[in-house]
Structures are given as structure tokens and as C-alpha cells.
């Protein structure tokens, strides 16, 4: 025996007679994932997630939250003698003052917006792919869970320095709560201990910022990552991979590298732009008062589509009985936003009550072949992308010297218009590669090759496909529409007829789609 | 569980699974030669990782004045130090990566494994089992019976939940009438903000616009930065498209609003001259000065309060009296249909 085995050895014998772990260490270390680049996406969020704690943990050793008013002494000349909160100052002096400070200020502010991203990104594949279906509604909620906490914790983060443009971020929100009704301006002055600003915002942001959120995150991803363990990952559709198997490679040794190699790519990838890419430069901004703001002023990207839809909301307050109501914050800034992120960690559920499905999912669909979920996926994005495009509305006007008054209105429109013509093309579009599909199945691909026939005809051979990519297009489920009856036997309406009526054509739409071809047509078809 | 969806069956003649695809060898498991070049690659990217960590080291011993910059082509200037630290940081952790990664996908065996799923739902007899488990154990307790127990349990629940609430009670202040005011009232001079000046009326062009604050003792702490800056604007008379109370309220030419948009609370820092539009850089808010800062586009919904103006014995710029409405955002309490 090797030394290095026989050391390896007593290390293992060390923690299996006090833990017995040797089976099942040896189960999860053989443990099968299936490969493909769409389940990296998880992969950065959590990534990005170990940046944020490493790059966070150093900036908490110099940053200073407190209010308390310095003049500034620092490195920085042209802000030399300002007065200013401590916030602001630490952060000038990690800027300029520690060596690597500003790096990694960047580097954390530039994985906190990858963070978001690769949640958005990786949501979108477990929608679009269907991977949300039982058994794993659970972890469907929980990922929506995350993405609302970071939405949140990335606000916070980008609102310490206490800067001007994040301060007017906080302006804003104060305004938000404050318009809620009837506790809104209490919760406002619990919240920033008095009027706004106060001096106590920025040390309760933090504790929320460095402890709280971080320590939810820790909770949820456990979770979140054990379920996935548990449940085994979902697989695509393909030859020998079915729903009651999994196909991949092992843990160890494949997983172990590729996966702790992305993390360190990942990492990478964020340190060259935390070096080449500047980011919230927040010297240039000056200290925070709410006397004074900058034009152009933009949230961080996945808080722009709130700020689009504030900007474009119509200016309507209910003034009556001694009390205002203003629907022109409350509509865009809380009542849409709880109505979608509602909607989206129901949809699970929605769709399996739809169809009446109570089975058990592994296998993922391709996302055309379910048009009607794909054509829904899509809607919501040009929703939130009409949103996210009016949140820049302003910046929009100066760059290509248009009118802010028209992109106002056309976001307006089209944010009304947009999405259901999206749902309309982008379900064209799956029935079409539906079709398309079907046509290669049946009729081969296109070789290019052209061929005179000896009457004179041209035409064009088709290859067939092999066995494998045939079975890959042809072997999606093909589920029915309910009909659950309005009126029993005997002519009497059942109960809740409306209901039962509505579920039925909502399920026909989800189920609209073009028949896979059958293993009867194919043969037909080699035989002619 | 069935493969699919029920309806799958009535299919006829599925097309058949043939199995996942034959195994295919790589050149590094069938030519040593090219083993030996992949093994090669994933050493000479290991190396290079460390060539980063001493870029890394040399910037970080090396250039101790933050304040140097580089311009870069298209991304503009970055400070030399952090683009050095920055640069070596990312090629050693890139390269580690790129390193593990290549190792993985050449070198280490690339053979799809299949394993079986197990269905989650429990067998029936263990479901029927925990059941009777929980209903026995929960009899056993009895609490049906303990009707006493039952009460006082409910009782000293619900009231402990108090405790979390009130106990935040201290957070901050009540608002009382808070939002409703500021620091002018009748006779406060206008002081230009920065500077700290009284004005005259002969101190304003036809056209400009002055940011002014109420005569404090002290300097302004913020939170009267968030609630009492006042924009002064002086037009020609002519312009005016007012009615004869809010005219009254501005004194030749002079008029003056809130600078805190009534919309979110952001400064109303744009002024359009041509046009006498007063913009919010936040939501695009636009006030006509002329007719008293009507709102006539984006999502605020009440024009910016007018403050009533005259001149006091000296010749100075004062108020007339103190807001008729509270200035900045909406809330539940404001009653927007009474003057204050």
C-alpha cells in the first residue's frame, strides 16, 4: 500500500467508527448527474453566492456603518475636506487606502449582479423545461423564495455606501412603504426611526444585510441543494433516459472536477471584471443628501423593471375621507409585483390542477413541445422586459436623442399590447418546430442532394434519421385535454359547471399541440 | 408511476427506446501520444494559475498608491493597482478552473452510468402505519379531554406573541403630524442653498432658478434637507397663468414650490427654462411652473406645493406663511382635500 493511501485510510477509519458513514458515503460519492450546459445555471448562482460571502466578509472589516457626520481626510483629493457620513467615507477609504479594496468592492458588486442573473437564468430553465412538476414543487417555491430575498439583499448592499444615487434608491422605497395604507407611515417611521432619513437606516440595513438575508440564504440553499440531491436530478428527453432512471456521470471523479473547476472559472471570470470593468463608482456620485440628485438616475438592473413600471404607472390617487391612496405607487411598486411573484411559485400547481396531472416528473420536456407553457414564459419576460426597458427611459431619450413623453408611451401601450401578441408568436412558433419536428421524423433531413428522376422531375433526397435522434423527436408525451362533464347522465348539471367548463378549455389550450408521429406512421411510411 | 402521462398509452405503436447511445473513445484513451498532450495541457494551465498568483503579488507589494489610473480602450479608466491585483487574481482561479475542467472532460472516464429512481410516495402499509402512529400518540396525550389544559395552552400563546411586537415598539417615533411640517412659516427669510444669503427680488434674473431654505439657527440636519428645500423661480408676470389666490402667493414674477416631488420624494432638480418645466430625474414627473406646477406628465398625481412669498421691511425675501398642504410623498394620513 501506498503512504498516501494508508494515510487516506485512517482518515476514513477515523470518521466511520464514529460516524458509520462508509455506505453511505460510498452511495453519494458514486451518486449519477446528468449532463447538460443548462443545469450549470444553478451552478453560477451558487457560486457567485461563496463570492459574495468571501468578498463580503472583507469589506465588513473596514466598512463603517454609521451616520455619524466626518469630514473626509482620505486619499481621494477632490472629495478632501467634504463632510460626510462614516458609510461613505469607509467606503472611500477601502476604495483608495486598501490595497485590493477596491477590487474586491467591484468583485462583490459584480457577483451580487451575477447572482441575480444566474437565478433569473437558471428559473427560466427549470420553467421552460417544465422541471418545476411534482415532486419537486417544493424546491420550485423555495427558488422563487431566493430570487425575491436577493432582489432585496442586492438593494440593500448597493444602498450602504450611502452615496447619492443610493440614497434616493432609499428615498423611494421609504416613499413605498410610506404609501401603504393605513400602517404605511408608521412602518416608515419604525423602519428609519423618525423622519426620513434619519441616522439609524444604514446600521440597520447592515445587520439585515451582513446577518439576516445571508443567514436565510444559507438556509434555503441547504435546503434547496438536498432536495435536489434527494429527488436526483431531472434528466432530458433522449434514448435510454427515462422517468424512472437517470443518466450521467458519477460524482466522483467527473462531477467533483468539473463542478469545483466551473466554481473556480466562475470566480475567475468575476475577478477580471471586478479588474477591468468599473462599477458604481460611488466617488463620483458624492455624499447622500435629499436635497440634491443626479440625472440619470438607474437602480441596479433587476430592480429596473420595478422602476419602469413606477415610472409608468398613470398618476391616480383616491383623496377621500380625510385620507389619500396612491395607486400610482402601490399598483406598480406592490400589488404587481406580489400578483406575479404569487403567480409564479403557484404555477406548479396551477398547471397540474389544468391538466389533472398527479404524476411523478423526471424526465424534462423540450420547450416547444409545450407550447402553451413556453408561449406563457414568454409573455411574462416582454412583460418584465417593457418594464425594464421604461426603467431606462430616461437614459433611452439621451442616447438616441428621442422624446421621453413617446418611450413613456409606448411603454404604456405596450406593456398592455406586447406580451399577449408575444404568447400568440411565440406558440405559432413551438406548433411550427413542432411540425418541423415531426416532418424530419417522418421524411428525413434535406441531404442537398438533388436527384433527376427519369421522367425529368427533380427532386431532392431525403437522409433518414438514425434510431436515436428518432426516438429524441418522437418521444414526448402527448397529453389530453380534460372533459369533465357540465351535466351528468340523466341531463342534471354537476356541481360547479362553470368551473369544470373553464378547466376544460384551459386545458385545451395547454394541451394544443402537434401530434408526435407514432411508431405505426413511421413504419407505414419505410414501407412505401 | 407510469413512464408518462396516462394518455401516452392509448398511443399506438410508440416508437421504440433503442438505448442510450454506444460508448464512443476519445483520442486520449486510444492514441498515448495523445494522452500524453492533454495531461500536458491541464500542467501547463495548473502553471499558468500560478504565474497569476504572482502577478497578483507583485501588484499587491508593488503599487501601494490607489490613486494611479490606466485607461483602458472602451471600458474607460481603472485604478493600475486594482487592475493588476484583479488581472492575476482571475488568471490563478481561472486557470485552476480550466485546468479541472479540461482534466475531467479528457483524461478522466467518460462512461454514462444509469441509475434507477425510486418512487417517493410510501408503501401504503407504511403510510395506514404512520398514521396510527401519530393518532395513538396524539390520544395518548389526551388533550380532548384536558379541556383546562387546551385553554390555558391557547391563552399564553396567543398572548406571548405580543412580546416580539411591542417589544419593537421603540424603533422609532410616532408620526404624529410630522409629515405635515416644515420649517417655514410666516416671516422666515429665503436663504440661498449653498450660501446661506437673504435675497432680494432685485437679485434674481427673469429666468433663473435658486435653490433657498428657511433661516435656521443652525446648520440644516437632514432630515429638514428632506423636507424643507424650496425652488425659486422668477418668470415674467406675463407668463403666469394662475388663479388670483396662488397669485398672490408670488411676488412680481417670483414664484417658489416645494423642491421634494410630491410623486416619491426625490429632488425636483430639473428646470427646463424654455419651457418652464420643472422635470423629477427619478420618474419623469413634469410640472408646469406657469400654472402653479400642474402636473402634466408621468406618475405624480399632485402638483408641488406652492410656497406663498413677500418681502418683509428690510427688503428680503420671506415667507408668507408656512405650506397650506404637506410637501413630499403621499400617505395614508394626508388629507389632501383640506389646507393645513
Known amino acids: 500500500m ?66 455619524n457626520d466626518v469630514v473626509y481626510k482620505g486619499a481621494y483629493q477632490p472629495l478632501s475636506g467634504i463632510s460626510m457620513s462614516e458609510a461613505y467615507a469607509s467606503t472611500l477609504h477601502i476604495s483608495f487606502d486598501i490595497r485590493g479594496g477596491l477590487l474586491m468592492r467591484q468583485i462583490h458588486h459584480w457577483a451580487a449582479l451575477i447572482f441575480v442573473a444566474a437565478i433569473i437564468a437558471h428559473l427560466l430553465r427549470v420553467f421552460f423545461t ?30 450602504l455606501p450611502d452615496d447619492l444615487l443610493s440614497g434616493t434608491g432609499i428615498r423611494i422605497a421609504e416613499a413605498i412603504i410610506q404609501a401603504i395604507p393605513v400602517v404605511g407611515t408608521y412602518i416608515a417611521f419604525f423602519v428609519f426611526g423618525g423622519p426620513f432619513p434619519g441616522a439609524v437606516f444604514i446600521p440597520r440595513i447592515y445587520i439585515v444585510h451582513v446577518l439576516l438575508l445571508p443567514g436565510l440564504f444559507l438556509a434555503l440553499i441547504t435546503v434547496h441543494l438536498m432536495l435536489v440531491w434527494y429527488q436526483k436530478h431531472t434528466q432530458y428527453p433522449g434514448p435510454g433516459r427515462t422517468n424512472k432512471n437517470v443518466v450521467g456521470y458519477p460524482l466522483m471523479p467527473v462531477y467533483m472536477a468539473k463542478a469545483g473547476g466551473f466554481f473556480f472559472v466562475v470566480f475567475g471570470i468575476t475577478s477580471l471584471l471586478g479588474a477591468l ?91 416547444r413541445n409545450n407550447p402553451n407553457r413556453t408561449a406563457l414564459g414568454a409573455m411574462s419576460l416582454a412583460f418584465i422586459l417593457v418594464a425594464l426597458i421604461n426603467g431606462g427611459n430616461d437614459l433611452i431619450a439621451t442616447h438616441f436623442k428621442s422624446s421621453i413623453n413617446d418611450i413613456m408611451w409606448f411603454s404604456r401601450i405596450g406593456i398592455l399590447v406586447i406580451p399577449p401578441i408575444t404568447f400568440v408568436i411565440t406558440k405559432r412558433i413551438c406548433l411550427a418546430l413542432q411540425r418541423k419536428d415531426r416532418e424530419i421524423v417522418l421524411h428525413g433531413r434535406e441531404s442537398g442532394r438533388l436527384v433527376m428522376m427519369p421522367h425529368g422531375e427533380f427532386v431532392e433526397v431525403h437522409t433518414p434519421l438514425d434510431k436515436y435522434d428518432t426516438y429524441k423527436l418522437a418521444s414526448h408525451p402527448q397529453p389530453k385535454a380534460l372533459e369533465i362533464p357540465t351535466h351528468d347522465e340523466s341531463g342534471v348539471r354537476v356541481k360547479r359547471p362553470l368551473v369544470n367548463k373553464l378547466r376544460n378549455r384551459l386545458s385545451r389550450a395547454a394541451t394544443e399541440q402537434v401530434a408526435a408521429p407514432s411508431g405505426d406512421e413511421l413504419h407505414e411510411l419505410e414501407h412505401h | 408511476m407510469s413512464e408518462n402521462l396516462e394518455s401516452d398509452k392509448e398511443l399506438s405503436g410508440k416508437i421504440p427506446d433503442p438505448g442510450i447511445h454506444p460508448h ?27 504565474l497569476g498568483t504572482l502577478l497578483f503579488i507583485w501588484g499587491f507589494v508593488g503599487f501601494t498608491n490607489n490613486n494611479s489610473v490606466v485607461f483602458l480602450p472602451i471600458l474607460g479608466e481603472v485604478q493600475t493597482s486594482q487592475l493588476i491585483l484583479g488581472c492575476g487574481l482571475g488568471i490563478a482561479l481561472l486557470m485552476i478552473g480550466l485546468a479541472a475542467v479540461q482534466w475531467a472532460r479528457q483524461l478522466m472516464p467518460d462512461n454514462e452510468v444509469i441509475a434507477q429512481r425510486h418512487e417517493f410516495r410510501s408503501s401504503d402499509e407504511a403510510r ?80 433663473s432658478v435658486v435653490q433657498v431654505m428657511p433661516e435656521l439657527s443652525g446648520d440644516a440636519s437632514l432630515e429638514q434637507v428632506a423636507k424643507d428645500p424650496v425652488l425659486l423661480i422668477r418668470l415674467r408676470p406675463a407668463d403666469f397663468n394662475l388663479n388670483a389666490e396662488r397669485l398672490s402667493w408670488t411676488y412680481n414674477g417670483i414664484i417658489a414650490f ?45 402638483p408641488l406645493p406652492q410656497l406663498p412669498i413677500t418681502v418683509d421691511s428690510d427688503g428680503f425675501l420671506v415667507a408668507a406663511s408656512g405650506f397650506l398642504e404637506p410637501v413630499g410623498p403621499s400617505f395614508w394620513e394626508r388629507n389632501s382635500n383640506k389646507k393645513i
Open chain 1, 277 to 367: 470593468a468599473s462599477i458604481n463608482p460611488i466617488w463620483l456620485y458624492g455624499p447622500y443628501t435629499p436635497g440634491q440628485i443626479s440625472a440619470g438616475s438607474q437602480p441596479d438592473w433587476y430592480m429596473g423593471w420595478l422602476d419602469g413600471l413606477v415610472r409608468m404607472a398613470p398618476n391616480i390617487e383616491t383623496h377621500a375621507f380625510g385620507h389619500t391612496i396612491s395607486w400610482n405607487i402601490l399598483a406598480p411598486g406592490v400589488i404587481i409585483p406580489g400578483i406575479l411573484f404569487t403567480g409564479m411559485a403557484l404555477y406548479p400547481f396551477i398547471e397540474s390542477w389544468l391538466l389533472n396531472d398527479k404524476l411523478e416528473h423526471h424526465l424534462l420536456d423540450r420547450p
Open chain 1, 130 to 159: 417544465g422541471a418545476f412538476r411534482k415532486p419537486r414543487e417544493l424546491n420550485w417555491i423555495i427558488g422563487v423564495g431566493l430570487l425575491t430575498f436577493a432582489i432585496v439583499e442586492g438593494f440593500l448592499g448597493y444602498s
Open chain 2, 128 to 207: 395506514a402505519d404512520f398514521v396510527s402512529t401519530v393518532k395513538e400518540r396524539a390520544g395518548s396525550v389526551q388533550l380532548g379531554r384536558r379541556k383546562l389544559i387546551k385553554r390555558s395552552i391557547g391563552f399564553s400563546l396567543g398572548l406571548i406573541g405580543i412580546v416580539p411586537i411591542l417589544s419593537l415598539r421603540d424603533l422609532g417615533p410616532l408620526p404624529r403630524k410630522q409629515l405635515e411640517e416644515t420649517d417655514w412659516s410666516k416671516g422666515i427669510r429665503l436663504m440661498t442653498d449653498p450660501g446661506k444669503q437673504p435675497i432680494k427680488p432685485e437679485d434674481l434674473e427673469v429666468g
Open chain 2, 258 to 302: 416645494s423642491k421634494i416631488c410630491s410623486h416619491m420624494g426625490c429632488a425636483v432638480a430639473l428646470y427646463e427654462q424654455q419651457t418652464h418645466h420643472l422635470l423629477c430625474p427619478c420618474h419623469q414627473s413634469t410640472f408646469d411652473v406657469t400654472r402653479a406646477a400642474k402636473v402634466i406628465f408621468g406618475p405624480a398625481a399632485r
Open chain 2, 24 to 50: 464512443v473513445l476519445r483520442a486520449a484513451d486510444v492514441d498515448p501520444k495523445a494522452e500524453k498532450r492533454a495531461e500536458k495541457k491541464v500542467a501547463i494551465l495548473f502553471a499558468l494559475s500560478g
Open chain 1, 2 to 67: 501506498k503512504k498516501s493511501e494508508k494515510a487516506a485510510g485512517s482518515v476514513a477509519n477515523f470518521v466511520d467508527e464514529r460516524t458509520g458513514a462508509a455506505a453511505w458515503a460510498k452511495k453519494n460519492l458514486t451518486k449519477v448527474f446528468p449532463d447538460h450546459w443548462s443545469f450549470m445555471l444553478g451552478e453560477v448562482a451558487l457560486y457567485s453566492f461563496i463570492i459574495l460571502l468571501l468578498s463580503g466578509t472583507f469589506l465588513t472589516f473596514w466598512f463603517n456603518p454609521s451616520q
